[in-house]
Structures are given as C-alpha cells and as structure tokens.
C-alpha cells in the first residue's frame, strides 16, 4: 500500500513509473497521483501547489456550479479555465527481484515551482555517464512542458528546470551519446492544426535541445491511428549484421479509443531514421486493470529493463495501478515491418 504524502489527501493513483538499476536493486520512480479527501458529496476539488507561499492548495466548487465540467475524471473545466482533479509526485519504490517492492513513505520529487504547480508526471531515467538523469512532465496553468533532474543516488537530487517548453512531453533521453551529442526523442503537442508525433533533438548539455528531426507519426488505419508518442528510453539491439535502437513507444487508436505500446527500430547513428515499426502492439489493454480503472482503456510505459532475449516493462494500467509484463525481443522484432 503506497500511504499518503498528507492526512488530507488520499492516493488514486500509483502508475507509469520510471525504470531503473541502482546497485544491486531495481529502482523504480513511481508516479503517485493523490486527491483532497471529499469533504462533501456535493463538491468537487482541484489541489494546487503555490509556488509563492510553498504550500499546496485546495480549490473547491458545488457540483452545480455552472459552466462546470467534470465528465473527463482527469480535468476540471470552469468557464474555460481548467485544472487537475488530482496532483502527482514521484516516489522511489526498491526491489531486490523486479517483482516484490518496499515504497519510500516520502516524496522522491514534488512540484516546487510556478512551472509545476498541477503536478509532475511520468519520468524517464536514463543513466548517462555515471548519472542518473530524470526527466519528467511539469503541468502546470501555463501548460505541458518537460523539465529534468539529476541524482547519483535517488536520495538526493538537483533540479536543471524545463528543457522543452509547453506543450511537449513523452521525452526521452538515449543512454548514450550519438555522434559525439545527446539524444532524446520528444513530443510536441500541436494545437488546432496536425497532430502529435514523435520528433528526434541533440543537444551538448542535455539543457539546450535543438536539430529537430520528425521521426514517427499516427498511422491512418493503423493501431496507432489518433496519436502517438514516447515511451520507455530506448535500448541497443542488434538486427541482422547492425546495432540499432529499439524505442517502445506508445500508440492511440481512435475507435474505440485505447492506449496500446509498440516498438520503433531506429538507426543507430541516425535515430530519426525508422527502420522498423510494429504491425500490432506489442501490449494492449486487455486484462480487467487496464480495461476498466481511474482512465480506463490504458496501458502506457516509462520504462523498461532488457535482459538478452527478456523485456521486462513496468507500465501504468487504466492511469491507476503499476502492471508487469515480460515480452520477448525476438517476437518483438519479428513483429516489424
């Protein structure tokens, strides 16, 4: 059971964690999303952090309000302004076997700036030189950005602010350096006109990004036909006589709407170059928690551990519960085209 961070709150949410091997433990960066406790049946409530007096806050409207819109559980809509029904941080949960974990009772990482005050969600840890960079969602009224962290030993950890501003997210960072700069693939998320898909960025210090490259978009009669994005950091394989780049990311598909993952096969010295693509997903939400939950229809991934043939992926179920599944790599490459 993952306890609250405060008597007032309430956890709904333990999902899309980070992934990672620390000494001799698999690491994992969970993120908990928690809620006010309903103080009555006839209101509704948003927390919010205050980066001005450091506190976290709880806005509160009837039911009735008008112009008030909670038909997503996600979202609060009010006369046009919105907020989150729930706020997130991360939390360090440690395993000896990948399977059983002991959670830490305190926040790893919570919101602490004006540029976080709905949450911050769904990191990707990628070992880099020594260290263990984290990147991870920064919601806030200004929008969906992406910021990063930085830690030798998930207990203490430096905070580097945004590096791709609203809206962008889904980011992550290669776990080594290509062509002699870092990597990343990131998200933008247009508005009114085209559709999110999965770009490439270098950059020389892991702060500034640039050399944008489109790599992977939705598919139009495919599984992934509404929308896709990023998922666990990507890993070396080889495929044929070529080292590559295996990216699972995750996929749309627009009815009836689902969250399923796939596998991208990148160059590896050009990683914007897509030599292959699942023809299905590789995971699909088909067991009661991922069908039916907090969102339910979801099964979407922050990381993931490969053993030779093993992949082990540790994904969020229905934005509520943590899941594991062992998948092959070789049935996931035979499943490319």
């Keep these: 059971m993952v306890r609250p961070s405060r008597p007032d709150l309430e956890v709904v949410g333990v999902f899309n964690p980070g992934v990672t091997r620390h000494n001799a433990d698999v690491l994992l960066l969970l993120r908990v999303a928690e809620a006010p406790l309903r103080l009555s049946p006839g209101q509704i409530s948003a927390p919010i952090y205050n980066a001005a007096s450091g506190q976290l806050e709880v806005q509160r409207w009837a039911i009735d309000t008008e112009g008030l819109d909670?038909?997503?559980?996600?979202?609060?809509?009010?006369?046009?302004?919105?907020?989150l029904t729930s706020i997130s941080h991360?939390?360090?949960?440690?395993?000896?076997?990948?399977?059983?974990?002991?959670?830490?009772?305190?926040?790893?990482?919570?919101?602490?700036?004006e540029f976080e005050s709905y949450g911050i969600e769904d990191p990707r840890i990628t070992l880099l030189e020594g260290t263990y960079w984290i990147n991870y969602t920064a919601v806030s009224a200004y929008g969906i950005a992406t910021a990063l962290a930085s830690t030798l030993d998930f207990r203490t950890f430096e905070r580097h602010g945004i590096i791709f501003p609203p809206d962008n997210r889904d980011v992550t960072i290669f776990p080594e350096r290509i062509g002699g700069r870092y990597a990343a693939l990131h998200r933008p998320m247009p508005a009114g006109l085209g559709q999110p898909a999965i770009w490439t960025a270098t950059s020389s210090d892991l702060i500034s990004w640039g050399g944008h490259r489109l790599v992977a978009a939705a598919r139009e009669g495919a599984w992934d036909d509404a929308k896709v994005g990023g998922g666990a950091v990507p890993f070396r394989v080889r495929a044929g006589k070529e080292d590559a780049w295996l990216a699972v990311y995750h996929g749309v598909t627009s009815s009836p709407a689902e969250y399923s993952l796939g596998a991208l096969l990148l160059d590896?010295?050009?990683?914007?170059?897509?030599?292959?693509?699942?023809?299905?997903?590789?995971?699909?939400?088909?067991?009661?928690?991922e069908r039916e939950g907090f969102f339910g229809g979801v099964v979407f991934t922050c990381g993931l551990l490969a053993d030779d043939d093993r992949i082990r992926v540790y994904y969020g179920a229905a934005d509520g519960v943590t899941a594991l599944a062992d998948l092959s790599l070789d049935d996931i490459l035979s499943g490319l085209s």
């Design 70 to 83: 909670a038909a997503d559980p996600r979202i609060i809509s009010v006369r046009g302004r919105t907020w």
């Design 90 to 113: 991360l939390r360090v949960a440690r395993s000896s076997d990948g399977i059983h974990f002991d959670v830490d009772p305190a926040p790893a990482l919570a919101p602490a700036t």
């Design 268 to 289: 590896a010295r050009q990683p914007f170059r897509v030599i292959g693509r699942s023809r299905e997903p590789i995971l699909r939400p088909e067991a009661p928690y």
